[in-house]
């Protein structure tokens, strides 16, 4: 598929290729060819842009586990920096011209609604970027991570779309009669752009990273003998991870979903009693698995 072709779906994808750095010019590259360049899945990609242009549309569980669990929490983190960098302030100045013609109580109440509502994104944001991507990262990685359970993150998560729709029934029904039209719909631009957004933001968290995650805590739950023999298959994962290779590129290796890889490096942690890819590193050199001199 070329990579010009996807725009035709929705408009709503432009979002995405902006987060993840694409610039316009693709020619006749396809997709996998622009996401190469840039360093994202193709696959993962695809799932974040049909999220965004077909309302109701799911992933199916073969296509969540083969998804690139790295590059959506590195797409969340970017909607989080154009949000409270771009779409947030926008707002602000659109929201601040229209109630300028308010006398000063009013103007106040308004302001602080929205300010509110803003501290209360930014906190969301913030206990997704101190809590829950770094836990996801770590177990990613096969790395000692803090106590936590996706399943807190989905008793917290709050719904911050809440307070936006709000403030949108607030300018349709109640709107001060000083405030120009024009100005309103400026206003009710932003909100309807951030509010769509942050819908198709909270179902890949939702509906993507949640059951995923979840499903690798099970897994980890799951009583396994300690030691035993690593598998021919476990083998190969732990000397591509001696080399420095990435999930992603033995998942392409091994023609195998990066969920697989990460199944396989758990079970190599579990049977050697070793986590970190540097002690691993050392016991694939001493077990003749790796020449030191094909070691990074």
């Not at 999220?51 to 959506?72: H, T, W």
């Not at 969340?76 to 300028?100: C, D, K, N, W």
Request: charged residues 30%.
């Amino acid at each position: 598929m070329k990579m010009a072709d996807l725009l035709d779906l929705s408009f709503s994808v432009l979002g995405v290729f902006s987060r993840f750095g694409m610039s316009f010019g693709f020619g006749e590259a396809t997709v996998k060819e622009v996401c190469d360049a840039v360093g994202v899945d193709p696959e993962t990609f695809l799932i974040i842009c049909k999220v965004y242009a077909f309302d109701g549309y799911r992933p199916s569980k073969e296509q969540m586990e083969n998804a690139c669990l790295e590059d959506i929490v590195r797409y969340l983190r970017l909607s989080h920096t154009y949000y409270m960098e771009s779409v947030v302030p926008e707002l602000a100045q659109a929201l601040e011209t229209m109630i300028a013609p308010c006398e000063e109580m009013r103007k106040k109440i308004i302001w602080k609604f929205f300010t509110d509502y803003k501290e209360e994104l930014a906190r969301h944001f913030e206990y997704e970027e101190k809590t829950v991507f770094p836990y996801v990262e770590a177990m990613i990685d096969s790395r000692e991570r803090e106590p936590y359970s996706i399943g807190e993150y989905e008793k917290n998560h709050s719904n911050v779309e809440e307070k936006l729709d709000d403030l949108k029934k607030l300018i349709f029904m109640y709107m001060p009669p000083q405030c120009s039209h024009p100005d309103a719909f400026q206003v009710l631009f932003y909100i309807f752009c951030l509010e769509s957004d942050l819908e198709r933001h909270t179902f890949i968290e939702n509906s993507i990273l949640v059951p995923v995650v979840s499903k690798m805590e099970d897994e980890d739950r799951e009583p396994r003998g300690e030691g035993g023999e690593l598998s021919a298959r476990e083998k190969e994962i732990l000397v591509s991870v001696a080399k420095g290779m990435l999930n992603k590129e033995i998942a392409d290796q091994y023609n195998i979903s990066i969920y697989t890889v990460i199944s396989h490096r758990k079970n190599i942690t579990r049977k050697t009693g070793i986590k970190t890819v540097a002690g691993l590193t050392v016991y694939a050199i001493l077990n003749n698995l790796i020449d030191m001199n094909m070691v990074e």
